[in-house]
């Protein structure tokens, strides 16, 4: 058992600038698909890290230790190094990321302990400009994985990775994952990861953060409904397939995005969703939509109607979540103060601000 702090795969990034500084090595661990690989190319594309990846799981000793060969004139054997290790005189600044090493049969593992500990192997020692970083899964993930040895748990810093829904939506919507999944893990998040489903009913296939991704480009170039059952029943089981296409049910009779913002006020409310589902898949389609301050501000006027739906319907709470999504977006376009300072922006404002006046006098204005 990891007994670590579980951290998302969003929370990482700060945990590894500060190892890399120090050059300690790190060990990501936790179940497939859930990000591991991501984040340390993600860490090292925002810094112009170097990225050299061994799939450990893949390789003979030989390749991580190198091969010997007779030098005749010392009569000595020597090694002769990988070629993907940077030269030992590299002056650049990397990460060597040695992934599924807890997937590597035991002989590898053995050979990649010296350089996740002593930066080095043999006679080669990683330049100082580089760091190693470890993934692989856990032993209770079912991923036919060998027990680590003891002697790296005092050498390396353990991470035991975890998935948590909202970081992972937060993720989904700068990376153009599919309104409908996005809706289905905010109705669903128990689906965005199924290990935990896997460990109770021994399902091979089950959906991970990596295999939604997977859906979400299948739904952009397959429209057959038929063919998407099969397709997404192979990539996320037939669980969690049935699950989707309940929920996609609900939300397919959505509006054309461009009949809703064409639409004046008067016509907007009819026009929404009459279930949970609906409502977010509304909210998610409306956002990623909008691309101009035009479409902000109409989307501000569609999303001020939001608390006005059937009251069996968590509106206000669709309608907070509608606008954190505008704003994010609108915030990283650079103009968020361009539409902050708009009338239909200032509406919902005005209403959350009424909302909250209300909620302190009914308490009495604590």
């Known amino acids: 058992m990891l007994n670590t702090i579980p951290i998302t795969p969003g929370k990482l ?36 890290l170097r990225l050299i990846t061994l799939m450990l799981s893949q390789v ?48 590898v593992q053995v050979a990649a302990y010296q350089l996740l500990l002593d930066r080095k192997v043999g006679e080669y020692t990683l330049p100082p400009g580089w760091v190693c970083v470890a993934a692989g899964n856990r032993l209770e993930d079912n991923a036919n994985v060998y027990e680590l040895s003891s002697a790296l748990a005092d050498r390396l810093v353990f991470f035991n990775v975890t998935c948590e829904p909202r970081d992972w939506l937060s993720w989904a919507r700068e990376n153009d994952i599919a309104p409908e999944v996005l809706a289905f893990i905010q109705v669903k998040p128990d ?71 064409r639409a004046d006020i008067a016509h907007i409310r009819h026009m929404f969703p009459q279930t949970v589902a609906g409502l977010y898949g509304l909210a998610y389609s409306a956002a990623a939509y909008c691309d101009s ?25 669709i309608q907070t979540l509608a606008f954190e999504i505008l704003l994010e977006k609108v915030d990283k376009r650079g103009q968020l103060l361009d539409l902050v300072i708009t009338p239909e922006y200032r509406a919902y404002r005005n209403k959350a601000r009424e909302i909250v006046d209300l909620a302190k006098n009914l308490s009495g204005g604590a």
């Not at 006027?301 to 009251?311: G, S, W």
Request: contains cysteine.
């Open 60 to 107: 003979e000793p030989s390749d991580v230790r190198g091969l010997p060969f007779l030098d005749r004139q010392t009569e000595r054997t020597r090694w002769l190094l990988p070629e993907f290790y940077p030269a030992p005189d590299d002056t650049s600044e990397g990460i060597l990321f040695l992934d599924e090493l807890a997937n590597a049969e035991p002989r």
């Open 13 to 48: 990034t700060d945990c590894l600038e500060t190892l890399y500084k120090l050059r300690y090595p790190a060990y990501l661990a936790g179940p497939p698909g859930i990000g591991k690989s991501a984040v340390v190319k993600q860490f090292a594309q925002e810094r112009g």
């Open 191 to 261: 689906f965005l990861d199924g290990n935990q489903m896997q460990q109770n009913v021994d399902q091979v296939i089950v959906p991970t953060p990596r295999s939604w991704e997977r859906v979400s480009k299948i739904l952009h170039i397959e429209k057959n409904k038929e063919v998407r059952q099969y397709l997404l029943g192979g990539v996320i089981g037939e669980a969690a397939s049935i699950e989707f296409f309940h929920v996609l049910e609900e939300i397919k009779d959505l509006p054309p995005m461009e009949d809703l913002f």
């Open 293 to 317: 301050l035009e479409t902000y501000r109409k989307a501000c006027l569609i999303f001020n109607e939001f608390d006005q739906v059937d009251r069996k319907l968590p509106g206000a709470e």
